[in-house]
């Protein structure tokens, strides 16, 4: 089909803005006068505080106020960025007696400088009784020691979890005898694969501005990716009506998950909710490393079932999470390690089983990255797929093509969904062809001490969250037959404000520099849950959609009267105005905007609302070639070609972009992003001297396609891309190692140490 | 203590603590587009240019800065507005938060070396991350821009 305004490579809104450098972040925008707010941090893993002095701290000039557990509300709430009620529990307060983990704020300190602030950081002294803490996640569970043995730990929602046991959240989901097919099978790979708590490391850290409004009412202004969560949740953390605060957010300096949940807001807004002055707290990289919210570091238990003929026909997994010292999130990522993994290979599955247990430990609470535990599934199971594979000797491409889901399927592990749209299998084969994998899979000695490899493997996510996510936009037409386009959802530089502008132009038959966009206030934004999930361009598009048929609708009735006409089917909606089928007459849409502002009760704007009974998953192929030095261990990443089906690409280059920076992210975490705790718990990498990213450096050539199917759900049949790409590394890099070395890694990173030393 | 220096063709006396970071100093005199995104000079977020060559503003002390010419993105708007409609056509600016330290750094590089070859660009901004982007499109992006004003090193 031939679109005008989407499916095509669009600049980005903002984009000459953030190259040439312009104040347009929290830290650009807000008044140099507001107080500094600092957070003094537990240094023990569980510690009870006994007692803390202040006067000494509070003498410091310039020290506005110092609060601390005693001065806080008493009411357990969570951070997490989910549409209430959350399955996360209310496990925190603003301050806790309780600290439990090595970074656990302890104190809130305002002041009118950083250096005082910093200054009466170090004048407090704080008295603590440690506790012995759990700091492995696999003895965690019943652990006589206790994350959370409070009382007044609450669930919103029931999702197996346990204070009193250190469990999150537990479940069991199967379709099927897994035991009995498993039993029957030729073959059973029985494994277990381990994923660290990678840091999403966006270059703009933590950070949230407050102060008092001309109505007496809280103002945030947030680097957040959920302006409406966060409105309630400190809405709930400070006990103050949701019409007392106002949050928005400027532009944003990265996300990938991280600011899904409220990490840093609460800490200023209390300041502010106590003294009535402006405050900002903004997270060192340190801080940032040490109390994120990173991705869930998880224990992955395969046993794959399958036939010499390479039919895989059960998948039995269960997934241990490590939540850290607080719930956010930890019930919903799980599932994603199942729901996104053992749906690829339907094809020919008969039986899964797919459990999971979430446990608390005194570690850094993790929450939502990019992939949001598929990331972590994906691993496991495409690791295990080329593990049968090579076992079986076939070409672990043949072995998929063999069992990948195909379009029209149900899906019995993806909540019975069927998969409507699905380009998986023309991913692989175009792939397949670009990559020239029948050349490249066989692995090459070099003959100078290095040898080359392939991998590959296969990804799939959702596209929002099915009957939870509300996408939302106000379509407005101006006085010069422009558009204004009002959003919540929240651009964190992945462009969908472009991308939705994209959308309204096409729907509008106008240019897409005739679309204003804004985003997002609680104030002045339609609904939104948010940016996350996948979900802005599926279900957000969806919404701009519907708004821009109703804006449609009042716009012809307007015009309607103008024209004297009293049947709006008559009229034809034009580029740049409304004409008469019959008489030929024309209103200007530029008449009609004005028109609007004169003795009329039609309004030239709609808003909308949409919501989705399916989360279509977006599918993708990915290939690999490493060079690896066997004195070394060290591994080049030379090409990665990757194959998405995202549906309709609603703007190419960036769908491209993404694809690329998620790819990079994922080389990362297979190959560099490592986190080792010291016998405290307190994470060693702490800095990106130590938390390795890749450079520009440390990626080879990336070639991305598309391969597109149409889902009909989706805006212009579209599915979503944002998470996807960040899936199918890990696994075809692990692949490439073995096919170099002989030895699997079902541990990441793969450093060289582990590669040299063959474990 | 009083420092005078030239701060985007600009000169500017000021007065300040001897620890005051270069970083602290030119956000404090407008220049908002410097960023810091580490303690540890590992992201390049905060390039400027002392006297035309490229520093990290977050580990120079604005002390240092005394008697020389500071040069950040405020200073030098047209001269990368030559270029970076390029990388906005690739939408790799993407957060673009990194975007003002990296757009520094090949302004460097391209006037120390109008004609680099992939891999010199490649190496010249090893020092700026970015999380985003994946770094193809910023490449792909000053590459088009060489390419179209006749640069010899194309593929
Ligand atoms: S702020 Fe990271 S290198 Fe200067
Ligand atoms: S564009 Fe976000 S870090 Fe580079």
Redesign the interface.
């Known amino acids: 089909m031939a679109y005008r305004s989407v499916n095509q490579?669009v600049?980005?809104k903002?984009?000459?803005?953030?190259?040439?450098?312009?104040?347009?972040?929290v830290?650009?925008i807000v008044p140099?006068d507001a107080l500094v707010v600092k957070l003094l941090r537990s240094p023990h893993a569980n510690a009870i505080v006994q007692d803390i002095k202040l006067d000494t701290a509070l003498k410091v000039a310039g020290v506005e106020a110092i609060y601390t557990w005693q001065d806080v509300p008493q009411t357990r709430f969570a951070i997490a960025g989910q549409t209430y009620p959350e399955p996360s529990p209310y496990d925190r307060l603003i301050l806790d007696r309780h600290v439990r983990f090595v970074g656990d704020p302890v104190a809130i300190i305002a002041a009118e400088n950083e250096k005082a602030a910093l200054a009466a950081m170090k004048r407090i002294k704080v008295t603590y009784e440690v506790l012995p803490a759990v700091l492995d996640p696999r003895t965690a569970m019943d652990s006589e020691i206790l994350v959370h043995p409070e009382e007044d730990w609450y669930p919103p929602c029931e999702v197996g979890g346990d204070n009193k046991r250190n469990l999150v959240a537990s479940g069991v989901e199967a379709d099927g005898d897994v035991e009995k097919i498993l039993a029957d099978c030729d073959i059973v790979l029985d494994h277990v694969y381990h994923t660290k708590a990678c840091d999403?490391?966006?270059?703009?850290?933590f950070r949230t501005y407050t102060q008092t409004d001309r109505y007496g009412r809280l103002h945030v202004i947030s680097s957040t990716q959920i302006v409406f969560h966060c409105r309630r949740i400190l809405s709930r953390a400070l006990g103050i009506p949701k019409s007392k605060i106002r949050v928005e957010k400027p532009?944003?300096?990265?996300?990938?998950g991280a600011k899904q949940t409220a990490v840093c807001e609460v800490y200023p807004a209390f300041v502010t909710i106590k003294t009535g002055k402006p405050a900002l707290l903004i997270y060192?990289?340190?801080e940032s490393k040490l109390a994120g919210s990173p991705r869930h570091e998880m224990q992955m238990h395969v046993r794959l079932g399958a036939m010499n003929d390479g039919t895989i026909r059960a998948i039995d997994l269960h997934t241990l999470s490590n939540s850290g010292a607080y719930g956010e999130h930890g019930p919903t990522t799980v599932g994603l390690s199942g729901h996104k993994s053992i749906p690829l290979y339907t094809g020919r599955l008969e039986a899964f089983r797919f459990s999971y247990d979430v446990v608390y430990t005194n570690l850094q609470p993790a929450g939502a990255y990019r992939g949001y535990g598929a990331t972590q599934g994906i691993f496991a199971v495409e690791s295990a797929v080329n593990e049968l594979s090579e076992k079986l000797g076939f070409d672990p491409t043949v072995i998929r093509d063999k069992n990948m889901v195909r379009e029209g399927m149900v899906m019995p592990a993806y909540y019975g969904e069927t998969a409507s749209a699905c380009a998986l299998d023309r991913c692989m084969s175009r792939c397949r062809r670009i990559f020239d994998w029948d050349a490249r899979y066989p692995v090459r000695d070099m003959g100078n001490g290095k040898v080359r490899a392939a991998g590959v493997a296969m990804a799939m996510q959702g596209s929002s969250i099915s009957f939870v996510d509300v996408g939302s936009a106000t379509v407005k037409l101006s006085e010069d037959g422009t558009y204004n386009l009002i959003l919540g959802a929240a651009d964190?530089?992945?462009?969908c404000d472009t991308i939705l502008a994209q959308m309204v132009a096409e729907c509008m038959d106008c240019d897409v520099d005739d679309v204003a966009v804004f985003s997002a206030d609680t104030d002045v934004s339609p609904y939104d849950s948010g940016s996350y999930a996948s979900s802005t361009t599926y279900l957000t598009g969806k919404a701009v959609e519907k708004a821009c048929s109703q804006l449609k609708k009042q716009i012809l009735t307007i015009a309607a009267e103008m024209l004297e006409c009293d049947n709006t089917g008559l009229l034809l909606f034009e580029p740049k105005g409304i004409r008469h089928m019959w008489t030929g007459r024309v209103a200007t849409l530029e008449q009609i905007a004005y028109k609007a502002q004169c003795f009329n009760t039609h309004p030239a704007e709609a808003t909308a609302s949409h919501t989705s009974e399916v989360s279509p998953p977006p599918f993708m192929v990915g290939m690999v070639e490493i060079e690896l030095d066997k004195e070394t261990g060290k591994v080049d990443i030379l090409d990665f070609t990757a194959v998405v089906d995202c549906g309709t690409p609603i703007?190419p280059?960036?769908a491209?972009?993404q694809?690329?920076?998620?790819?990079?992210?994922g080389i990362g975490m297979a190959l560099t992003e490592d986190i080792h705790y010291d016998c405290k718990g307190r994470p060693m990498e702490s800095?990106?001297?130590q938390y390795k990213?890749p450079?520009?450096?440390d990626?080879g050539k990336?070639r991305v396609e598309f391969e597109s199917s149409y889902e009909t759900s989706g805006p212009f049949g579209a599915k979503s891309i944002g998470e996807i790409v960040i899936n199918p590394p890990a696994p075809a890099i692990a692949h490439a190692i073995y096919r170099a070395t002989g030895v699997w890694h079902r541990d990441l990173p793969i450093t060289p140490e582990k590669i040299v030393m063959g474990k | 203590m009083e420092i005078k220096l030239i701060l985007n063709g600009k000169a500017v006396t000021d007065h300040i603590e001897a620890d005051t970071l270069l970083l602290d100093f030119v956000r404090a005199h407008g220049c908002y587009s410097v960023k810091r995104g580490c303690e540890t000079s590992n992201c390049g977020l905060c390039t400027v240019l002392m006297d035309g060559k490229p520093v990290l503003s977050c580990s120079t002390l604005a002390a240092r800065a005394d008697g020389h010419e500071i040069t950040t993105l405020e200073g030098l708007q047209e001269e990368a507005a030559d270029f970076v409609g390029f990388i906005a056509d690739q939408g790799a600016e993407q957060c673009g938060f990194c975007n003002p330290g990296f757009v520094m750094n090949t302004i460097a590089l391209l006037r120390e070396n109008p004609d680099p070859t992939d891999d010199e660009i490649r190496q010249f901004l090893a020092g700026n991350l970015c999380r985003c982007s994946g770094y193809e499109g910023q490449l792909r992006g000053i590459r088009n821009y060489l390419d179209q004003r006749g640069g010899r090193h194309g593929i």
Do not use: C, H, W
């Open positions: 490579s600049r980005k903002d984009a000459m803005q953030l190259l040439l450098g312009k104040p347009v972040y830290e650009d140099k999403q490391a966006m270059m703009e850290t532009r944003i300096g990265g996300g990938f060192s990289r340190e964190m530089g992945t462009g703007n280059a960036l491209r972009i694809t690329e920076g998620g790819i990079v992210q800095s990106f001297m990213i450079t520009r450096l990626m990336l």
